[in-house]
């Protein structure tokens, strides 16, 4: 059964941290590359965040996010997580972890994902 459940959203004032975590069943999980995206509202595009590769570990981040940010992976735990720290409002987004397709070439278009979780609201106050 394919399983994507992400934990650790909340209420954070800005300059703060949290820690988002992505628990997937083994068969979401194993040998596959895994990404987080955010949405800041219903109807906006789902922007890509940070991604890391099952086969070499790099790590990709998107713009706004570079320095703040840092994606890492347990692999005995079968989870992904998402440490942000020095958050601003503008990070005010439901957070959604995605497993990447087999073959996929890229690491930052959402069409390069095959599963997603529900997500997880984040809220930073000024």
């Known amino acids: 059964q394919v399983q994507l459940e992400e934990s650790g959203g909340g209420l954070v004032q800005a300059g703060g941290s949290l820690r988002l975590s992505c628990a997937a069943s083994?068969?979401?999980?194993?040998?596959?590359?895994m990404g987080w995206f955010r949405q800041a509202a219903p109807g906006k595009e789902r922007e890509f965040v940070a991604a890391i590769s099952w086969a070499t570990g790099n790590k990709y981040y998107g713009d706004s996010v570079k320095g703040r940010f840092t994606i890492s992976r347990d692999n005995a735990k079968h989870t992904v997580y998402l440490q942000m720290d020095s958050l601003k409002p503008e990070d005010t987004a439901v957070y959604y972890c995605?497993?990447?397709?087999?073959?996929?070439?890229?690491?930052?278009?959402?069409?390069?994902?095959?599963?997603w979780g529900q997500g997880t609201q984040v809220t930073v106050s000024p």
């Open positions: 083994l068969r979401t999980y194993s040998s596959r590359s």
């Open positions: 995605a497993a990447r397709r087999a073959g996929a070439v890229g690491f930052s278009s959402r069409t390069e994902y095959e599963y």
